[in-house]
C-alpha cells in the first residue's frame, strides 16, 4: 500500500507552512523528514493523519484520497501516529492505553471484514504487544506513574498495535537520553516490515542517519532535497541549511 502527497499546500493565514510538496511512501521502508524547526515537518504528519485540512493538492493511500476524509476514518484506514507532545491517557493503565487504540474498529477488521474483534482477541494482541515493547511488568501501572522515557515506548506501542501500514511517528526521540535514544532507535529499526511504512519527523540525526532508507529534508515548507543518507549527508545544501556545516 503506497501513500502519496501530491502538490500540497498548507497555508495558514498568509503563513505557506508547505508548498507544492511531492512525496510517496511505500511499505517495507523506513522514512525520515527532517529540516529545521518551523521547516513544516509536524504539518505534513498533521496532513496524512487528517488532523489538519490541505488547502490545495492530495493525498492518496492506494486509490482513496485522504485528504477529504476525517481523521477517524484515515485512522480506521491503517495510518497511525504518535504526537510530538506525549498524548497518553495519563489516568488508564499501560495496558488501557493500548486497548483503546482498537476503538473505533481499526482498519484490520474493515479490510479483512470480519467481524469486531472480540475482547479476548483484543487483550491478547495487547498483551503480545507489550512483550514486543518490553513493558509487561507495567500492564497494570497507571500511564502517568510511568517514568518519560517509557512513556514514549508506550506511545510507540500504541502506535504499532493494531498493526497499521501506515506509521507516523512525530519525535519519538525529543526529550530522551542518549541510551533511551539509542535504544528507540533500535526498537524503530526492528518495526520496519514488509507490509508497514513508517514515517519519522526527528531532530535526533544518528538515529536518522541509522535507521532511515529513505530521509526528505524540508526547508521552509519545501522539499531541499531526498535521498538515502549518503546522499542526504553529502549534498552541500542540505548542509548549509540544516547541518550546519
Ligand atoms: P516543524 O514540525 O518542522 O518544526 P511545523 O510543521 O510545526 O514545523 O510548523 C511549520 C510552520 O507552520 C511554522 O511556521 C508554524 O508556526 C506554522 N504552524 C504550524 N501549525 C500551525 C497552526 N495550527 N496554526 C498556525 N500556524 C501553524
Ligand atoms: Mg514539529
Redesign the pocket.
Known sequence: MALALENVS?H??S?V?IRNLTLSFDVGSIYSII??????????V?MIAGS?SVTSGAIRLGTTELSRLPKHRIAQLGVARTY?NLRLFDGMTVLENLEVCFFPQSWISFLSGTKRLGKAERLDICHACLAEFHLSDVADVLAGDLPYGRQKILELARAFVTQAPIVLL?EPAAGLNHTETKDMAAMIAGLKRADRAIIL?EHDMDMVMSISDRIDV?NY?ELLCSGTPDVVRANERVQEAYLGT
Open positions: 498548507k495558514f493565514g503563513l507552512a529540516g529545521p524547526n518551523g521547516a513544516g515537518k509536524s504539518t505534513v498533521n489538519y510530538q512525530d519527523v524540508l515548507g
